[in-house]
Each structure stands twice: as C-alpha cells, then as structure tokens.
Nanobody, 123 residues
Framework: QVQLVESGGGWVQAGGSLNLSCVAS????????MAWFRQAPGKDRALVGA???????NYARAVKGRFTISRDNAKNTVYLRMNSLKPEDTAAYYC?????????????????WGQGTQVTVSS
C-alpha cells in the first residue's frame, strides 16, 4: 500500500523558517521524482518544487532562492526547507510522487499524493 505522510507544518511569523518532511512507503522511492505542491484557500493547487530521481530540481518562481527541496533515498524521505517565509506562503502543502522519475510541473503527472500539512505564516 502506497503512503506519503507529511509532517513539519505549523504556524510561524513572517521571516521565519520551517522544515517539511514526507516519508514514503509502498513503492520504489529512489526511482520516482518527488515534489511539493501547495494550495491556499480559494486557489488552485500549484507546484512549489520538484526533485528528480537523480536530484535535478526546479522551483516555482515565487519560492526560488527561499525554499530548498532535497531527498534522502536511504530514509525514503523528501524534504522542503522553507526560509524567509511570507504570509502569501500560507497554504496546505502536499507531497507527491511521479513514476517517470523526471521533473514535471502538472498535477496529472503525479501518481501518488499525501494528505497535506498546513503552513500558516503571520505578518
């Protein structure tokens, strides 16, 4: 059974940092691309950052330079380090896995999803 379990969300003041984690099970983690998406109330879910099986990365323009995605294949875990957080980063953050292993940006290209973790940034 495939599972993606996110953790690390919470409340933080603007300018602060958070580290999100997503532990995967039930598939061959090291061959999949992994990504973080986010969805704010009333808005569409959108890519935050993605990492390929061989650790190429890409980021949404809004977070480039502030957020870092990384993976630890030994722990079946993908991380999102978020620095210099802004109120507009407030959203539910979702972990996703893509069988192709390469970098994709669109939701339909991802095969598995976690339940999400809430991040709230106050001004």
């Amino acid at each position: 059974q495939v599972q993606l379990v996110e953790s690390g969300g919470g409340w933080v003041q603007a300018g602060g940092s958070l580290n999100l984690s997503c532990v995967a099970s039930g598939f061959t983690f090291n061959t999949y691309a992994m990504a973080w998406f986010r969805q704010a109330p009333g808005k569409d879910r959108a890519l935050v950052g993605a990492i390929s099986w061989n650790e190429n990365t890409n980021y949404a323009r809004a977070v480039k330079g502030r957020f870092t995605i990384s993976r630890d294949n030994a722990k079946n875990t993908v991380y999102l380090r978020m620095n210099s957080l802004k109120p507009e980063d407030t959203a539910a953050y979702y972990c996703a896995a893509d069988y192709s292993g390469v970098l994709h940006t669109r939701i339909p290209e991802y095969d598995y999803w976690g339940q999400g973790t809430q991040v709230t940034v106050s001004s």
